[in-house]
């Protein structure tokens, strides 16, 4: 242990502070409020303090410290530009009157025109402040659209097996009851397991596309029009929008209502589930039930007008991007990937051989090195034997139609460098599992923390010292 992973508390001695204060005038307090004995706070010098926070931060793994390839969150480098402007508004209430802040509406509108044009959707909502947030705001504006045509059988929204998590659950928030359509052996919806499904109780289907294992629906329009045809709307999670950005919009595949998740696409950093925005755009026959545009629009989903700072954010990227340069990043994003794929298919196993988009799943090694009496190396384990060579791990575990599936993301913000070193890596550590799968079973060996258990983690986290700790 170095001498500042000691805690702070630890490193405390009486008298020393990392301030200095004026001299504070008598103010009598009335007994009732005033402490009766002296609060527990370390006393610190302002190096001790700095070295403390600074040390800290080292402990975690950012997309600043390293290359993050985490699959369905896209997490792209997040210029630091988009950091500074929310500062500039950080004196802005919201309570402020709309009326007083006219640059804060042209930014509104000038988002809301900029994401009509990327996706083909007529406008958007800023309401919901994050994906799930937006897929449930959507599912309630699809579901007012068919009440308000006096269509109250259409309870049952179709959900494909691999959709992100999010969907089913949202859906079921929503009231609706969810019916699972199969993909084929191509990671495809299968069409014809899709036509039984369709019928007067279809409120509509929930899509991805590309879907979660990276790969383009080619049938979007025969599913469209089927899905139409039977009354139903299109919902498109659009939460990874990155591929598409710029090349094809889900308005033109025949999508009515849809969200983005501005936090992954759109650079905001979003590592520890928060800050997010998951704005909703719809079609223009369903503007008139958006919140806050139409009559009918009497949803309101969240205070405010949602999480602005993520909002300037998106709208800071879009506009240091350009017209003409947003293309390219989904572009790179699937280049990249692609890249990674084909450059690793030989040490692990690719159960999915087509060109993927932003994104694509191994199932697991080729070689685990299992023999007699040794257990082979996991997923898990090259997750973790990553960490000591300095990478985050991917996505693991899911979509969970691989057993072993490592899902992968590198994003257009990576040099072929960054993405070579990575290659370089992981055959490395294919290499190792053959040869001594119990370096990867016990791995990470140079990390603050190896394998805690990260369900007691989650659900009982120790945030605080105390003295019993
Ligand atoms: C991340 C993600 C979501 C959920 O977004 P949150 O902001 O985490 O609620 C939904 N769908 C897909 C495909 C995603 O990748």
């Given amino acids: 242990m170095r001498y500042y992973d000691k805690l702070v508390f630890e490193l405390s001695r009486e008298g020393r502070s990392a301030f200095s204060l004026p001299q504070a005038p008598d103010v009598c307090l009335p007994d009732s409020v005033s402490r009766k004995s002296a609060l527990e706070l370390p006393s610190l010098s302002e190096p001790d303090v700095v070295r403390h926070y600074t040390n800290l931060s080292q402990m975690n793994f950012g997309v600043d410290t390293g290359f993050y390839p985490l699959g369905s969150c896209t997490m792209k480098y997040n210029p630091k530009i988009n950091e500074e402007i929310p500062g500039m508004f950080a004196g802005v209430h919201p309570l402020v009157p709309a009326g007083a802040v006219p640059g804060i509406r042209k930014i509104y509108e000038g988002i809301d025109s900029a994401l009509a044009e990327l996706t083909g959707m007529a406008h958007f909502t800023f309401e919901p402040c994050a994906g799930a947030h937006g897929e449930l ?24 097996d691999s959709a992100h998590g999010t969907n089913p659950a949202s859906a079921a928030v929503c009231g609706l009851e969810v019916v699972e359509v199969k993909s084929g052996p191509d990671g495809l919806i299968d069409v014809e397991s899709l036509k039984p499904l369709l019928g007067p109780q279809i409120a509509g289907i929930m899509m991805t596309n590309p879907n979660t294992l990276g790969l383009f629906e080619k049938d979007i329009a025969q599913i469209a029009s089927l899905v139409h045809g039977c009354g139903g709307l299109l919902y498109y999670d659009g939460a990874n929008m990155n591929p598409l950005l710029g090349v094809v919009r889900p308005g033109d595949m025949g999508f009515d209502v849809m969200h983005l998740n501005l936090h992954k696409t759109f650079s905001t950093p979003h590592g520890g589930g928060g800050p997010g925005s998951g704005p909703v755009g719809v079609a223009p ?22 999480n602005f700072g993520v909002i300037l954010r998106a709208y800071a990227y879009i506009l240091m991007l350009g017209r003409e340069n947003v293309p390219m990043a989904g572009r790179l994003a699937t280049l990249s990937a692609n890249y990674i794929k084909e450059s690793l298919k030989d040490c692990y196993r690719l159960p999915l051989q087509s060109i993927c988009k932003h994104e694509f799943v191994f199932d697991g090694l080729v070689n685990d090195g299992a023999r007699d009496g040794v257990p082979g190396a996991t997923t898990l384990d090259v997750a973790k ?66 394998r805690p258990d990260e369900t007691v983690a989650a659900r009982q986290p120790v945030l605080k010292w105390t003295k019993s700790n």
């Fill in 137 to 160: 705001t959507g599912l309630m504006l699809i579901r007012q659209y068919h009440i308000s045509r006096g269509d109250f059988a259409r309870t049952r929204i179709i959900v494909p």
């Fill in 385 to 450: 034997r990553l960490l000591d060579y300095g990478f985050h791990a991917p996505t693991i575990y899911f979509p969970l139609l691989f057993h072993q599936a490592i899902m992968i993301e590198p994003t257009e913000t990576e040099s072929l460098e960054t993405l070579d070193s990575f290659i370089e890596v992981m055959r490395k550590i294919a290499q190792e599992a053959a040869q001594d799968p119990t370096l990867l079973r016990t791995a990470p060996h140079n990390t603050p923390i190896g």
């Fill in 285 to 306: 026959h369903l503007v008139e039930f958006l919140p806050e545009f139409g009559n009918r629009g009497e949803l309101r989903v969240s205070g405010f007008h949602g």
